[in-house]
């Protein structure tokens, strides 16, 4: 149904344009109400739970880092939004009941990070890493857990992204024996 609608408007809004810049159009579109639908949704369940705190840091310091380096993606937007949903829960129920936030384990995972993306890795990237890494000593009781959070996430979904990648070469590998 939002699909259609999406349609509609860039049909409405292009309609002079020719099917190619439609479709640059429709994407940029269905990328942005995918983007506020998937947040927006994380957010809203986190006021609603009394933790917008933690909502608000937790989505603007993954989104940051998510943004600039490939990792785990769902098939269909709703799939998207649970499953960011479910992540930011979980790591609210940690962050809640937990706490728990080392410098030397998250140094670690960032050394991880760094060596699974290498060819991801650029100057602006090592840049907010030494922001957060300042944030999580400076701030360590509130947001170095989250910024601790955020890297564990970080490392799991692109692990999930690598499992998901390995899961579909040698499933490609044995058809293509067959």
Same mark, same amino acid.
């Given at each position: 149904m939002v699909n259609?609608?999406?349609k509609k408007f860039t049909d409405y809004i292009c309609d002079?344009?020719?099917?190619?810049e439609k479709e640059v159009f429709l994407y940029g579109l269905e990328a942005i109400v995918s983007s506020v639908e998937c947040l927006g949704l994380s957010?809203?369940?986190?006021?609603?739970?009394?933790?917008?705190? %933690?909502?608000? %840091?937790?989505?603007?310091?993954?989104?940051v880092i998510k943004i600039r380096l490939t990792s785990f993606h769902c098939k269909t937007r709703f799939t998207c939004s649970?499953?960011?949903?479910l992540l930011v829960l979980t790591n609210l129920i940690a962050y809640k009941y937990l706490? %728990?936030?080392?410098?030397?384990?998250?140094?670690?995972?960032?050394?991880?990070?760094?060596?699974?993306?290498?060819?991801?890795?650029?100057?602006?990237?090592?840049? %907010?890493?030494t922001v957060y890494i300042a944030i999580f000593i400076i701030f360590r009781a509130n947001l170095g857990v989250i910024i601790f959070q955020v890297f564990s996430s970080q490392l799991g979904l692109i692990?999930?992204?690598?499992?998901q990648?390995?899961?579909?070469?040698s499933t490609h590998e044995m058809i293509s024996e067959n």
């Open positions: 259609r609608l999406l002079s344009s020719d099917e190619e957010f809203l369940i986190c006021c609603l739970l009394h933790e917008a705190y %933690f909502g608000f %840091f937790y989505i603007l310091f993954l989104s649970m499953c960011y949903l706490g %728990f936030a080392s410098l030397t384990i998250m140094l670690m995972m960032i050394a991880l990070i760094l060596c699974l993306r290498k060819e991801e890795v650029t100057k602006k990237l090592l840049f %907010f890493y692990l999930l992204k690598d499992f990648l390995r899961g579909s070469s």
